[in-house]
């Protein structure tokens, strides 16, 4: 009888042999056919749990197929480990950033390795430390040096009490998430990255990404945003002028006001000689910060007192409005209202009194006055337009252009949605921006042999702000060109930087710089690059970005850095929360809120779930992704330790087709581990039966189209389709009688399912007397031959109605074939007394017996 696998002894043991023999480590100087696989590498926040096991499989399997077809795998691993939820820990639990990301490194590492991805750990790196991000300093002086790299005031969410500014979702509802404080905006030095330098580049290169999924295609298009619009300004009542840029200049006469920004010039010189403009401009401050924001806000506008010309009708004035829904960071900060077409508009107009005109129509509707609260924005003829009238909205755009550029008042132009990469960060845990300031020279560079500027560990968050300001040891200096007493800039890069080229550096890494050119270009692009959709605009725009920005400056001839992307379903589980009662930031209003619980704080009992520590009543809410913040999460080490790695990796493979999420549950991971015994039962068994006994054509011919099969299901990264195969040839093989096909079938099934459940694989391998490893065996080769039917399944039907099917010989003659089915005891009884009028066959598919 065959023995039970031993899941942990196996695990240890095969993953002690990998690491000790580097049995995953790249070769720079390899001849054979390269491959970089990669999946997006983890922020170190404490624990891994399974929607991170489930990525990484799946670039694991990929990774271990594609070593077994002949190709060298660059398949690395590291940290994103600078940014925030580190200095948060600083402040709530009292330990040091540094010394809490590196311990949690270690700890997620450790869970790594016990589920036995194939990782090249010698090219692991860490954002957090020197050795990564004192290259990065010297890749931004590099862009520095090319133009690319500038630094202007620019509007930021400031939080008055904790001293520091906000990311746009640490606002919440126009308070800061941990202070609760009024936010402010203000306007701070910050540095850019010139992106918008590369939009058109950036938006014509995503027709180039075959193997990216098209929603991800269209995101980034959308976020870059190319508009073809017209630019003019309106003459004021006071003879100065506001520009706008608009993308619907057909709709110019249905306008009811001009609206510029809080902080837009006009609205500025307004507010000096104005209180109440001032007092507006100062509650605009403290309300939205995103666009997604400001379109659901209530609408609120001042009234300058001004005046605007209308451009196709000088009698025509109008009014002009601060209003808290332009932004100056869009546009030109100023816009002209179309109520009746723009949702946001027509909030505004009906809130002001305002006039709203009909002027795009989608059937004969005439009358100007526009009834209803809702905008009409689809699309239409133009009326109550004067000379535009009749014209669809395409041609009317034209033609207000081409009058506009003949009039002179105005000029058609191309503008992008994007904007120039915001990479300041007023916070202490990140990559130290490398520049002094002096009061005689400026803005200086920091010297190249002074780099890295590293970042002290010796701080405190004692006091609210960035601790880099206070630290005078650290940010006092001498200036590199005139010797004078300088500051070095205490911002530090957005954690985005970090991840726009961490896979240069994983290609590559030579101790005197950021890469070597030669080296890199050999494994890059990434040919699969696997993560999250929620990263598909940012992270993956500023990555195509920076190997561009890196092109135009010599020193890469790479633009798109990953040739291939898949965005992996989340795994999600159950929510479980109860609620409880907290006092708002007032200190008077009581809020009721959701205590989130994990799946370990909560028992089922009596037909009812309960929390455990309090014996509280708890909610079951929604199947979600698997969060933190809703403790949702299932950690993989208890389920490791009692089913194995194999089984928890077939689990994340088998279930659900990759792309979709997966629902973790109990049931289906107790039904991996039972696959897991079947192999065993298998391979343990496979002497048994004798070599010598008659082949059966028919599990060769099921090896082998398996053996194929799988091949493209994992090329294809549908690896629930090669798990499904393998179940089928699993079957096949148990029923089969003893053969010396069947011990074939079983010795190649070994190195088939390597590449997803590779410890039994390898323990299977080395019981049997082979040599080595089978992490370093090939991938089983095909009879072509084998992969030919030689059998078709044929229906046979009565009056075009499904009676049985027969398995008949492929290619069998036509009267063979409607002789087979008249003599059928099924097609007999339907035709009972009956005598056919007409006998249908179809070759290798059907007889229709007509009667």
Known sequence: MASRFNALKADASWQKVWDESRTFAARDDSPKPRSYVLEMFPYPSGRIHMGHVRNYTMGDVLARYRRMIGHEVLHPMG?????????????????????????????????????????????????????????EQALFLDLFKAGLVYRKESAVNWDPVDMTVLANEQVIDGRGWRSGALVERRKLSQWFLKITDFADDLLNGLGALEHWPDKV?????????????????????DGDKVDVFTTRPDTMFGSAFVAVAADHPIARALADRNPDAAAFIELCKRGGTTAAELETQEKLGFDTGLTATHPLDPAWQLPVYIANFVLMEYGTGAVFGVPAHDQRDLDFARKYGLPVKRVVSEGEIEDPVFVGNEAYGGPGVLVNSHFLDGMDIEDAKRTVISRAEGEGWGTGSTVFRLRDWGVSRQRYWGTPIPIIHCDTCGVVPVPRDQLPVVLPEDVSFDVPGNPLDRHTAWNTVDCPSCGATARRETDTLDTFVNSSWYFIRFASQPEGKPFDRAVAEQ?????????????????????????????????????EPFAGLFTQGMVTHETYSRTIETLGTDGVDVIHKPLWLGPDDIERRDGGVFEIATGEAVTIG?????SKSKKNTVDPEPIVDQYGADAVRWFMLSDSPPERDLPWSESGIEGSWRFVQRLWRLFDGATEGGEGASKDAALDRKLHQTIAGIAVDIDALSFNKAVAKLYALVNEIERA??????????????????????????????????????????????????????????????????????TMAKGTAKDVMEALALANPNVQRSIGDATPKKIIVVPDRLVNVVA
């Open 79 to 135: 940290w994103d480990a600078f940014g925030m939820p580190a200095e948060n820990a600083a402040m709530e639990k009292g330990v040091h950033p540094g010394a809490w990301t590196r311990a949690n490194i270690e700890t997620m590492k450790a869970q790594l390795k016990r589920l036995g991805f194939a990782l090249d750990w010698t090219r692991e790196l860490a954002t957090c430390e020197p050795d990564y991000y004192g290259h």
């Open 217 to 237: 295609k269209l995101m980034q298009e959308n976020w870059i945003g190319r508009s073809q619009g017209l630019t003019f300004s309106f003459k004021l009542s």
């Open 523 to 559: 494994w890059l692009p990434v040919g699969q690059y696997i993560g999250g959709v929620e990263h598909a605009i940012l992270h993956l725009l500023y990555a195509r970005f920076w190997t561009r920005a890196l092109k135009h400056i010599g020193q890469l001839d790479v633009a």
């Open 622 to 626: 929604r199947v979600e992704k698997m």
């Open 737 to 806: 009688a003893p053969s010396a096909s069947r011990s074939a079938a079983i010795a190649t099934l070994m190195r088939l399912v390597a590449p997803m459940a590779p410890h039994i694989a390898e323990e299977a391998w080395a019981a049997a007397g082979n040599d080595g490893l089978i992490a370093d065996a090939p991938w089983p080769e095909v009879d072509p031959a084998l992969l030919v039917e030689d059998e078709v399944t044929i229906a046979l039907q009565v009056n075009g109605k499904l009676r049985d099917t027969v």
